[in-house]
């Protein structure tokens, strides 16, 4: 849990906690509790508890065995600021990546509000140390790591991103990541429900105020080098799965552009199940979709003009590219 990873934006999964419930419209068809669940009631199974939160200490010092730096996704079977999961718990996590500088924790999450509240305690920086010293005997001597950020500075290594599906979370969520300490921030647009205008809901170049900005932000390294002042990365994609709807091309194209303009590394991880039927494909379900998200019957007339006809192909042959190439961008690592 796990050594690789088909996730194309990270190199490993780290799990130290698995389970979780839904807070918003992209929770609704997750891959990992329809994963999970399958195995519920096993008796010696991993997820014999199917998706209910479960913590998983044996799984704290995994990244302290592997030797090659590496781009870690933590937690992709959980959300690590879920209500049920302790402040001690977490502190630890956060101690293990304070130890471990030669990789890089990708830490994702719905539960922006616990994360803002959370990181700018100086009280939990000292419950990581404290934690870290308690649990991880041997390494004291690295504890010089944690001085910057006992002292107020994000970790180097850490990345902090929300999922953003719509533009009502992206106007919740991203001012809450903007207001959270971190080296590098990121946001998850997958599974992309809706049109997304980051333009609300960051600085602008060119502006001094964006939508929802207070004056809590918090300025990491490098945040105004970039048009999208304070937001690092976007990843986005299409849903797949048996319950999976589909992404209307124009979301993806827009947030490329907005990024493209900002000077922001754009990732389009897949399409999903449905992809575009003028990218080939003359088989599958037809899935009418408009730029709001509405969907559209072919016996339904007139459709509008911006309605694109989607087809079910798997996401493996819908593939990522989009106008012609694949968007790989991804920020360096923090020094």
């Not at 333009?199 to 207070?214: P, Q």
């Amino acid at each position: 849990m796990a050594d690789s990873t088909s996730i194309e934006w990270t190199d490993s999964t780290w799990n130290p906690v698995t389970g979780c419930t839904k807070v918003s419209p992209g929770c609704d068809n997750c891959y990992a509790e329809t994963f999970a669940e399958r195995w519920r009631g096993t008796a010696g199974h991993h997820f014999e508890n199917g998706f209910d939160i479960t913590l998983r200490p044996d799984r704290l010092r995994l990244p302290m065995t592997w030797r090659t730096p590496r781009r870690v996704f933590l937690d992709s079977m959980s959300d690590l600021f879920h209500t049920d999961i302790p402040d001690h718990y977490i502190a630890q996590a956060f101690a293990v990546m304070a130890l471990t500088p030669q990789h890089t924790y990708q830490v994702l999450t719905k539960r922006h509000g616990r994360m803002k509240t959370l990181l700018s305690r100086p009280t939990f920086w000292h419950l990581v140390a404290k934690q870290g010293r308690e649990h991880f005997t041997g390494c004291q001597q690295d504890w010089l790591a944690v001085g910057a950020m006992l002292g107020g500075e994000p970790l180097p290594n850490v990345w902090l991103g929300v999922s953003v599906e719509d533009q009502k979370w992206a106007d919740i969520r991203i001012p809450a990541l903007l207001g959270t300490p971190a080296a590098v921030r990121f946001l998850s647009c997958e599974p992309l429900l809706g049109p997304v205008d980051l333009k609300r809901a960051v600085i602008t170049r060119g502006s001094e105020r964006g939508h929802g900005l207070t004056a809590s932000f918090v300025h990491a390294a490098g945040c105004c080098e970039n048009g999208l002042h304070g937001i690092d990365w976007v990843i986005t994609g299409g849903e797949s799965g048996p319950r999976a709807r589909p992404m209307h091309p124009q979301w993806a194209r827009h947030l490329r552009d907005q990024c493209e303009w900002a000077g922001v590394p754009f990732f389009l991880k897949q399409w999903g199940a449905f992809a575009p039927e003028d990218h080939g494909h003359d088989h599958g379900r037809v899935a009418l979709i408009d730029t709001q998200g509405r969907s559209w019957t072919e016996r339904e007339a007139p459709a509008p003009q911006d309605t694109v006809r989607m087809r079910r192909v798997g996401k493996t042959r819908a593939g990522r590219i989009l106008d012609g190439q694949h968007h790989d961008a991804v920020p360096a690592p923090a020094r």
